[in-house]
Nanobody
Framework: QVQLAESGGGWVQTGGSLRLSCAAS????????MGWFRQAPGKEREFVAA????????FYGDSVKDRFTISRDNIKSTVSLQMNSLKVEDTAVYYC?????????????????WGQGTQVTVSS
């Protein structure tokens, strides 16, 4: 089993930055492909970014490409999401997710482990 815990959420003005972290415990993080998702009120959970087991390959949702950066530190068992140039529409609960199987994926059902989420609020 893997336990995931997000941190780093908060309130920021438009154009600002936040860095989210996801701490993993239990199973070795290096065995998992990892992703970040987000869910705004009244909307479905949306793919944000993914990173493979060794950090060599990343993939981003179109709405965050060139603004967000996903990274990982397998020694510290953490995955991070650097969010720059934040927009009001980035407001959501952000979730860290782990996937045991190969390849990066973008669908919620393709991930096996989930954190509780951290709130990000961007205001103008």
């Amino acid at each position: 089993q893997v336990q995931l815990a997000e941190s780093g959420g908060g309130w920021v003005q438009t154009g600002g930055s936040l860095r989210l972290s996801c701490a993993a415990s239990g199973r070795t993080l290096s065995r998992l492909n990892m992703g970040w998702f987000r869910q705004a009120p009244g909307k479905e959970r949306e793919f944000v970014a993914a990173i493979d087991r060794n950090g060599g390959t990343t993939f981003y949702g179109d709405s965050v490409k060139d603004r967000f950066t996903i990274s990982r530190d397998n020694i510290k068992s953490t995955v991070s999401l650097q969010m720059n140039s934040l927009k009001v529409e980035d407001t959501a609960v952000y979730y860290c997710a782990g996937r045991s199987r190969d390849f990066l994926r973008t669908q919620v059902y393709q991930y096996d482990y989930w954190g509780q989420g951290t709130q990000v609020t961007v205001s103008s």
